[in-house]
């Protein structure tokens, strides 16, 4: 029998209900819920493949202690005994957790609890650091609290949305779908996109301010200062409910004091930046987005209170359709906010420097010692950890070799740490690999519990899967070592649910409206309440047991005096000025169609059929100077490292600024970790680092030869001194290339392709005058594998090649055609792939395009069904309209 349950996708901050049904034979088939208020019904390509990336390939299934099988008792007692001798002899603070938000609000509460309650030290840090902590200091220094004003809602009821250092078409696909939709239902809707780039998200903007990187602070305290100056403040509104103001203007016309000189500093034209000012001042219900853009600055905080103060003058800030609004990262950042999971802050937003927080916590737990001192932020924990301070580091659900900044640094010290445990759902990450203990977890699917979107709105993540080996929820994970530790009391649970009601019951201890995390009325509620939760805004209280869509409508803030504050911002620079050595300008994101270490997206052709490598986008003029080629590798370096990626000069980049994708790890390149390069600044009050900054150089690699893979099987490619693998339909698919020539090319192609057959066909091609081989291997008449090498990046397209492991048998036209990379005459070769959900490629979209005479994605959809499922791709499809008409 089918078994259909709600649930709530693993991977961005939006929060998209699901409906999963498992079939009989195990099959499972994913759908957008239309209940669900995130996304009713919508998915993006990420959410809509989730049923590819839940496999049990590469899953780790049973504990390890130094690289052998071990049952969980003897796993956790030796964690147990560990942490027990450390903190004896070194103190609380020589131990550690980092974790992650894409953990369940219920794991989160569990390992903030024995971290700060029970260990005793605070020490806990998260990978949502690196994404948005800049929002909660820059919230928390402005309102009191660490409150998102607004609700998704806003959006359809905003006349002027702004999207300031957000690529929301890529990163938070459905609320663009939203947005695009509302901009269809209400012409009058203005968008302005205010990045360096030029990204999928300027699809709809009706304004795209192509800012200099790093002084989005001074277009806005310009702003500040334009609508004092042009009478647009609102009076009633600063004087009863803000304190600051003065100090703020004051501090911005210091570098923001006219239009000319903000256009001056931010690289844009007058014209504009006045536009845009007249837009903010006659546009009452404006609702400012922002994400990692703002945030991943060493002065990110600071970026946000720039936002805000904007919005307080104003007073657009608790009413329908205006507030200054993050989007956030990870499914679950917002929860592990909700119960202390960043070092700075404790549990039910409570703060460590208040003493009647941490005795009020401590009275709650009956747990021993709540320290006052802040906890390690994950910068600075990974430099103790490699300098020896912390001698026991535990990972959960995260793979900071990859992810965090400096990475190879961040890889010396787990390599050096004294004891590394990681818990996660796969074997083999970059991380997993310097583990002295693997815990296997329970994933998406498998484990159930809370998590909290981007606009405070708590969903059910449920369990529909069977759980695979011996893996297990993180909570209970954690509880069963806080038992082996000896705090039995605290830790006894028995399921989430028991978890969830003692997590409400804090948010309401003590409180009286003092807090604004506040989900008391869920203290007492039952089993069968808790699996039937619907999706619900905090706080949610008796007297608001509906929820609360938006925070401030009383405009009350959390300060001492109830005042929202102004904060005076002076002007900032990068940490690290680039130089004649290092003169571009590195920005690091994501691309469309994975996600962060691509650990479970990598497992999906159809995710992995958009972008194939990891690359640099470079503007043609840096091209030029550089002497890159487009498709060439090249290498970029910076002061922190080198890595080796594919160039795409594209002039959506700004000139001097490049941007490489953050997902690209050891399992799927020889080494692309873009984190590599990143500076470790941070900014000093959030921690967050400068992911968004960093000089570079980047120069041609040079390899002599360059080439492709395609096969059936995953191939161990070790003589090319460059690869990067991605999983195709039925097949792999390895780009190669090398400095050292082989000097048997067939020989070495059959040593990599024919490692274990005996009866092989082979088919080849040879022109050694220019270093061009092409090899093929046939079996029972279905091609097994190729190889193309050729001594440029100019080789064949992959596509169509790509589409033969599709069949069974190869007709006569493809079996003669398969040498030269191309369709026999009269057959045609899709293209790179746009849409992943239908598979359609760019050559059968121009073609139909032409034929058809088309000038309308909707068009497109009717004819080819490209971008009328998730609607991901469809920014691609108006520029290639667009290019079209260019080229017509
Ligand atoms: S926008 Fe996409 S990735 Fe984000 S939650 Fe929704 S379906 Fe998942």
Redesign the pocket.
Known sequence: MNKEVKTT?P??????GVLAQLDDSGRVTITGDPEHPS?FGR??S???ALADTISYEGRLLYPEVNGESENWSNALNHIAMKFKDTIAQYGPDSVAFYVSGQLLTEDYYVANKLMKGFIGSNNIDTNSRLCMSSAVAGYKRAFGSDTVPCAYEDLERAKLIILVGSNAAWC????FQRIKQAKLDNPDLFIVVIDPRKTASCDIADMHLAIAPGTDDILFNGLLVYLDTHDEANQLFISQCTEGLDDAIKAATENAATVEVVSDSCGLDNADVAEFYRLFSRTERVVTVFSQGINQWSYGTDRVNAIINCHLITGRIGRPGMGPFSFTGQ?NAMGGREVGGLSNQLAAHMAIENEEHRELIKEFWQCPVISDKQGLKAVELFDAVHDGRIKILWVIATNPAVSMPNADFVREALSKCEFLIVSDCMRNTDTTQFADVLLPSQTWGERDGTVTNSERRISRQRQFLPIPGQAKPDWQILAEVAQHMGFSEGFNYLNPLEIFKEHAALSGYKNNGTRDFDISYFENISGDEFWSIKPIQWPVTKEQPSGTVRMFADGQFYTNNKRARFIPILKNQPSNPCTDQFPLVLNTGRIRDQ?HTMTRTGKSATLSAHTIEPYVEIHSSDAITASVQQGELVTVSSAWGTIVVRAVISDAQRQGSVFIPMHWNDQFSSKAYCDALVNPSVDPISGQPEFKHTPVNIKCYEPNWYGFLLSRRKLTVNNSNYWAATRGRGLWRYEIAGKDKPEDWAACARSLLCQHATQVEWIEYFDSAVNRYRGARIENGRVESCIFIGPDCNLPERDWLSNLFSTDKLSDDERIAILSGKPAKGKKDAGKIICACFNVGLNTITDTIIENNIDSVEAIGRILNAGTNCGSCVPELSQILVDNKKTT
Do not use: D, E, F, R
């Open positions: 996708c991977y961005c901050g939006v929060g998209c996304n998915l993006c990420k959410g809509a938070h696909p459905v609320l499914p996600w």
